[in-house]
């Protein structure tokens, strides 16, 4: 494991690189939500079930974050520092590169997947809408994305069940699994490793 400092024009973002014992495959960047950085549980979890398939893993750290505030930036600032870090890894990337994260890091995937020529997205806990606001909806950016997506989402989720995504996916080819817990995917980490585990694959 490696680490990278990155210059943003938002402040320094860095990211953490997890390598397989044999030459990568793939390359998965994986954002943190907004609540937390890349140690949060599923993301880990992903990060094991990748290596282990022989994908190399870059966990981003947003520059908010990186500087120790409490309160992430606005979309469009998370995508700034994303799209950096993104250039920065460069030497890095091989094979398929899939963007994914968690929360706010997935809308971060979702958005900038198409711009920045991404095989696919990966979204833990992607956030539909506010918890009691399903007006107040985000499928937009999910719907946006046109490579395969893997949604990875909590079956009591506040900010979005399975079922919500679902019905706010028809259509798209998107695939959604559903995994015990709530927003923070924490109770079942063997069934978020085996969605990865099925998934990353189809992609090579």
Known sequence: MTRRDVDTPLGPARFTVDDPAVPPVGTLLLGHGAGGGIEAPDLLTTTAAAVALGWRVLRVE?????????IAAAPPRLDEGWRAVHAASADLRTGPVVFGGRSAGARVACRTAGELGAAGVLCLAFPLHPPGKPENSRIAELAG??????????ATDAFGGPDDVRTALAGHPGQVVAVRGDHALKPDQPAIAAAVTAWLPTLT
């Open 62 to 70: 947003q520059p908010w974050r990186v500087a120790g505030k409490r």
């Open 145 to 154: 994305v046109v490579v395969p997506t893997l949604v990875v989402q909590g």
